[in-house]
């Protein structure tokens, strides 16, 4: 065999120690090379090395004195898996030799750069053993080893000892998460679920992981995205890739992302037990919003529902360790606060003063009804530790009726019965107004609890016994008719009663009374029967009126003929007495006149006598007068009849001729005369077409003897 070896180096070359141990190689190995093969290596992604090593590269060991540089390097040599033995073919000096890669590189291991090799020990040579319940060896004892092979070249894992599994890399795309399952480590404390997290290297190095006491089982802490060599023999790494086999799903495996508005309400399912009496576990301070879980352990976190929450984001979370329910913000409209009741914190004394006795507020994160309210707005609340109690603080109206406002705290209101001094029972519907300081909120709340159990449990009771024991003061029809004073009066009282719970009572109004309908049909005839007497004595009011307005009418009207008639008295007396003063005048007048006219007369009686006198004096009324003494036509009859002929004759000869004009258009005067002889000088007139009234003008004309006396009577002269 040296032969051999020496024949196939040259002298100047060869390394005395480097060939003995050859030597010992070839003898130990020469069973098992006769029945290796040689065996192509898979090229993988993950693993592959060059097609093509060149001899220098083939090199053994640095402290290796065997120095193969003299040998041709430019000759490819090709790439062969070394599983436990084969073949390689060398170029050496021109010549293609075959070497038994045993005999001189037993136990090589090629790991690819994106490849760890998780290496298995057959036996040991010192008879090491595992501990009972140990999985992985840490001092060389049978078994899979702590330490993994990284990428390169690594000698003496001798097939007959050793086996060596080639693994791909462990990758974690970003925004995913890893979680792990330790198959090894010490074991899980009573009250904890999940292991520790021990310092190695996000559990590549398995080494540290168990002397640095990391327990078996799933693990607190999570790989994040990246690529990892992880010894698969101690470690399981769980990926949204083959989640489900392990029985998850692969959005548990990706970063959890709290949407906007929302808020994230948080249950931690390791840690320590939630003391008695609590709900929820206190605020651990650095942990990163439950990033880092065991700052979390460490610090005393506990398990179950947490105060704390997370706003929005996105955050690397252990499902096995935390899980979230998102939530909306708590909001507080405009014309509203919140009180809030905490039934989680530490809790204080009270700091509601002395004068507030039913009920306690506390600071803000203690526990109970926080003395401060939220005001509007949006607030990340945990609520299931925390209750927001809406309060109006805007006028708030309760109806008892079958109206319900919109905020439906009147829902269950409905009108009161209630009961009159005389016996009637009638319905009566109310409406209240109420108002609720912001300030005033958390104690109202805290005194009954809800704005609704304040309408239930005192307004109702309250304005209800109030209206039923005023009723039972008055009659149905003194509450009808006086129903603005009941109002007044009730008004005043629930304003003093609800102040005691701090809340203002704006006014209290009366809607309708529904008094009993035979109540009202009496009522009802008996207003129509007071309407009728009103409307009679009105209508006797108006004809009273109407004869007044008669009288004073007529009176006008007499009043007005009275002023005439008065005025007429006064004119008649003044023209009496205008008249009275023109007949004392004319009679002064006359009497002078006729003194001046009889001293006339005696002086013509006594110059002419006193039937000449009287003559001349006729004479000149006649002419005056213009008296006709003698006709125009002259009829005479003498027995034969034909005068009355001869007479009209006449006087259609006389308008023929013109008289007519010259008389004014009367006709002729005609003179009948019975005989020749005429004892007087009689006329006879025949009436005119027009009345004398008519002609104002014309002549008197004598129509008898006694007009010719009435003549002589005017004469103003004694006719004796």
């Keep these: 065999m040296k032969k051999m070896l020496y024949s196939l180096l040259p002298k100047s070359q060869l390394n005395i120690r480097v060939l003995k141990h050859l030597a010992a190689a070839v003898s130990a190995s020469l069973a098992l090379s006769a029945i290796t093969t040689l065996k192509p290596s898979p090229v993988t992604a993950a693993g592959d090395i060059p097609l093509t090593q060149t001899s220098t590269q083939l090199a053994a060991k640095p402290d290796s004195r065997l120095q193969l540089g003299q040998l041709r390097t430019t000759v490819p040599v090709q790439r062969m898996q070394l599983d436990g033995g084969g073949f390689i073919p060398i170029a050496i000096g021109g010549m293609i030799v075959i070497v038994v890669l045993p005999l001189f590189f037993g136990g090589l291991v090629v790991i690819g750069d994106r490849e760890v090799g998780i290496v298995s020990k057959k036996f040991s040579f010192g008879g090491k053993s595992l501990p009972p319940g140990d999985l992985i060896a840490l001092n060389g004892e049978a078994g899979y080893q702590a330490d993994t092979l990284p990428p390169g070249w690594h000698w003496g894992y001798w097939p007959l000892q050793y086996n060596v599994r080639k693994e791909s890399l462990t990758i974690v795309p970003q925004g995913e998460i890893g979680l792990v399952i330790a198959a090894g480590g010490e074991s899980n404390p009573p009250q904890r679920i999940l292991g520790k997290i021990t310092e190695c290297d996000n559990f590549q190095d398995a080494r540290k992981f168990l002397k640095g006491g990391g327990e078996k089982g799933r693990q607190l802490g999570i ?3 990246g690529s990892y060599r992880i010894n698969t023999a101690l470690f399981t790494v769980i990926t949204a890739a083959n989640s489900p086999k392990h029985g998850m799903t692969a959005e548990q495996l990706k970063l959890y992302t709290i949407a906007p508005d929302k808020v994230g309400i948080v249950t931690t399912y390791d840690g320590v037990p939630i003391q008695d009496g609590e709900i929820a576990g206190p605020i651990v301070p650095n942990h990163d919003n439950f990033q880092n879980s065991q700052k979390f352990i460490t610090a005393g976190g506990r398990r179950g529902l947490q105060e704390q929450v997370l706003l929005s984001g996105s955050w690397n979370l252990n499902p096995w360790f935390v899980g979230v329910d998102q939530v909306p913000m708590t909001e507080i409209p405009i014309g509203y606060v919140g009180a809030v009741i905490s039934y989680v914190g530490q809790t204080s004394e009270d700091v509601s003063g002395a004068a507030f006795t039913h009920g306690n507020l506390v600071n803000v994160g203690n526990k109970g009804v926080w003395v401060t309210p939220l005001y509007p707005g949006k607030h990340p609340l945990n609520t299931r530790i925390l209750k927001v109690e809406l309060v109006p603080t805007t006028n708030i109206v309760l109806n008892w009726s079958s109206k319900i406002e919109r905020h439906s705290y009147d829902s269950q209101l409905s009108s009161l019965t209630v009961r009159s001094r005389d016996g009637f029972a009638f319905d009566l519907e109310v409406a209240q ?24 449990h005192v307004l109702q009771p309250t304005i209800g016994n109030y209206f039923r024991n005023s009723a039972q003061s008055y009659s149905v029809l003194d509450f009808l008719s006086a129903r603005s004073d009941r109002q007044a009066e009730a008004a005043e009282y629930i304003k003093a009663a609800l102040r005691t719970y701090d809340v203002q009572a704006i006014d209290t109004l009366i809607g309708d009374i529904l008094p009993p309908a035979e109540l009202m049909q009496t009522q009802t005839d008996r207003k129509i029967a007071e309407e009728q007497c009103k409307t009679y004595e009105v209508q006797q009011i108006a004809q009273t009126q109407r004869q007044q307005l008669v009288r004073e009418t007529a009176l006008a009207e007499i009043q007005q003929e009275m002023v005439k008639s008065e005025q007429g008295v006064m004119i008649s007396e003044l023209k009496a007495n205008s008249q009275v003063k023109q007949a004392q005048g004319e009679a ?49 009859g003498n027995g034969s009849g034909g005068g009355l002929v001869d007479g009209l004759l006449g006087m259609m000869m006389w308008n023929q001729t013109g008289k007519n004009g010259e008389n004014g258009g009367e006709l002729p005067v005609v003179k009948l005369q019975k005989s020749e002889s005429v004892a007087k000088l009689p006329v006879a007139k025949v009436n005119s077409v027009k009345s ?29």
């Design 588 to 636: 002064e007048s006359i009497r002078v006149k006729g003194n001046a006219q009889a001293e006339a007369y005696r002086a013509g009686v006594v110059a002419l006598g006193g039937s000449g006198y009287t003559a001349l004096q006729l004479m000149q009324i006649i002419g005056d007068s213009h008296v006709r003494v003698v006709p125009d036509v002259a009829v005479s």
């Design 692 to 720: 004398p009234e008519s002609r104002p003008n014309s002549p008197p004309v004598a129509n008898s003897d006694s007009d010719i006396d009435s003549l002589f009577d005017e004469l103003p002269f004694d006719n004796s």
């Design 433 to 456: 107004i109420i108002h609720v300081g912001a300030l005033d909120a958390p104690k109202v709340i805290s005194r009954v609890g809800s704005m609704q159990n304040l309408v239930d």
């Design 223 to 225: 790989l994040t995205g």
